[in-house]
T-cell receptor
Framework: SQQGEEDPQALSIQEGENATMNCSYKTSINNLQWYRQNSGRGLVHLILIRSNEREKHSGRLRVTLDTSKKSSSLLITASRAADTASYFCATARSDSSYKLIFGSGTRLLVRP | NAGVTQTPKFRVLKTGQSMTLLCAQDMNHEYMYWYRQDPGMGLRLIHYSVGEGTTAKGEVPDGYNVSRLKKQNFLLGLESAAPSQTSVYFC?????????????FGSGTQLSVL
């Protein structure tokens, strides 16, 4: 079963707007990671946030983690058409650090 | 520095045929993984390896076998392909356990089983 579930499944915004994607998970984790996948390509790592961190930034990306609610959010500010892709959260469970379990993803469309 | 390389990129099989997917990484990573991705879904872990000569089952291991004879290579085998194995297969590697560091992904193998 999937550990992480993203919401929404699909998101369409205008260029320049902010995009927010959410991820919920079920069990205790060591860390949570966000990946991006362009159509037909492999996944590219965006950001990793550890269980003892609450917020992390990388360029136009901002990730938050709320372990009490078992949820995370990815914010992309000032979106660009090139941000069009699928975004996946992946969790590393506390009891199984070798495995990274992926959610089903959010498909983001940024309209020019 | 090629990173993670998967071969082949595309393959069409008939039901019952066998094949091997090859993953090679040149980053000296200990950990390697095979995932499958079905339309509209996330990645599901098939098998993984924590070092040369080791393999372990993931979420969906049935119908697949793997081998890690050399540190840089991780092979995924389908002994008797079934239509349900039509998918895109991704290999990944990491220097530390996948749960503690990021994964580096290959570009995928699109497999169709007729």
């Amino acid at each position: 079963s999937q550990q992480g579930e993203e919401d929404p499944q699909a998101l369409s915004i205008q260029e320049g707007e902010n995009a927010t994607m959410n991820c919920s998970y079920k069990t205790s984790i060591n860390n949570l990671q966000w990946y991006r996948q362009n159509s037909g390509r492999g996944l590219v790592h965006l950001i990793l946030i550890r269980s003892n961190e609450r917020e992390k930034h990388s360029g136009r990306l901002r990730v938050t983690l709320d372990t009490s609610k078992k949820s995370s959010s990815l914010l992309i500010t000032a979106s660009r058409a090139a941000d069009t892709a699928s975004y996946f959260c992946a969790t590393a469970r506390s009891d199984s650090s070798y495995k990274l379990i992926f959610g089903s993803g959010t498909r983001l469309l940024v309209r020019p | 520095n090629a990173g993670v390389t998967q071969t082949p990129k595309f393959r069409v099989l008939k039901t019952g045929q066998s094949m091997t997917l090859l993953c090679a990484q040149d980053m000296n990573h200990e950990y390697m993984y095979w995932y499958r991705q079905d339309p509209g879904m996330g990645l599901r872990l098939i098998h993984y390896s924590v070092g040369e000569g080791t393999t372990a089952k993931g979420e969906v291991p049935d119908g697949y076998n793997v081998s890690r004879l050399k540190k840089q290579n991780f092979l995924l085998g389908l002994e008797s392909a079934a239509p349900s194995q039509t998918s895109v297969y991704f290999c990944a590697s990491s220097p530390s356990p996948g749960g503690s560091e990021k994964l580096f992904f290959g570009s995928g193998t699109q497999l169709s089983v007729l």
